[in-house]
T-cell receptor, first 113, second 113 residues
């Protein structure tokens, strides 16, 4: 079955530190890949997406993600975290021909001052 | 312009009652999606519309759930004979087309007592 796994339920980092959120997918073929952020009381916002081409994808708010086919991973990174980045982050994947994403269960990012 | 709006923001009902949740997509967006997000989980796809027709309703959990989009704009998700397990946040998203970025509303939090 197609699935998206985010192995970390919570991640705690200090403000200014680097961040990496993990995401693995299980699909027959390379899916379309997405990262979304959900802040309290806010709707989900797309950070970035990968359809094909360059495996390093740049997104909004200083985030980037790298697609690694050999590891079936699409990890999200940011070199320096700000307190306002504290939120829930969701990785998602959609199979070719369908743009309806399957979401992981999310990783809650806590930022310490 | 205005984003996706959802009403009500919160809904409390009793087991067995009927509820309607409304979604106003971004003007001009032809695709509209409904998701359900349970506590501690990522959103799960319910149904999506292309124009007035339901293009994919494979995510609806059972026949108590129904959605309409009669004029290709506003959509209503209808839940009959609500059960406590229906308690969740119901998210709506819209996009210009099915291959384009989905923009999410803030959700309706449904609590079934």
């Amino acid at each position: 079955a197609q699935s998206v796994t985010q192995p970390d339920i919570h991640i705690t980092v200090s403000e200014g530190a680097s961040l990496e959120l993990r995401c693995n997918y299980s699909y027959g073929a390379t899916p379309y890949l997405f990262w979304y952020v959900q802040s309290p009381g806010q709707g989900l916002q797309l950070l970035l997406k990968y359809f094909s081409g360059d495996t390093l994808v740049q997104g909004i708010k200083g985030f980037e993600a790298e697609f690694k086919r050999s590891q079936s991973s699409f990890n999200l990174r940011k070199p320096s975290v700000h307190w306002s980045d504290a939120a829930e982050y969701f990785c998602a994947a959609a199979s070719g021909g369908s743009y309806i994403p399957t979401f992981g269960r999310g990783t809650s990012l806590i930022v310490h001052p | 312009g205005a984003g996706v709006s959802q009403t009500p923001s919160n809904k409390v009902t009793e087991k067995g009652k009927y509820v309607e949740l409304r979604c106003d997509p971004i003007s001009g967006h032809t695709a509209l999606y409904w998701y359900r997000q349970s506590l501690g989980q990522g959103p799960e796809f319910l149904i999506y519309f292309q124009g007035t027709g339901a293009a994919d309703d494979s995510g609806l959990p059972n026949d108590r759930f129904f959605a309409v989009r009669p004029e290709g704009s506003v959509s209503t998700l209808k839940i009959q004979r609500t059960e406590r397990g229906d308690s969740a946040v119901y998210l709506c998203a819209s996009s210009v087309g099915t291959q384009e970025t989905q923009y999410f509303g803030p959700g309706t939090r449904l609590l079934v007592l």
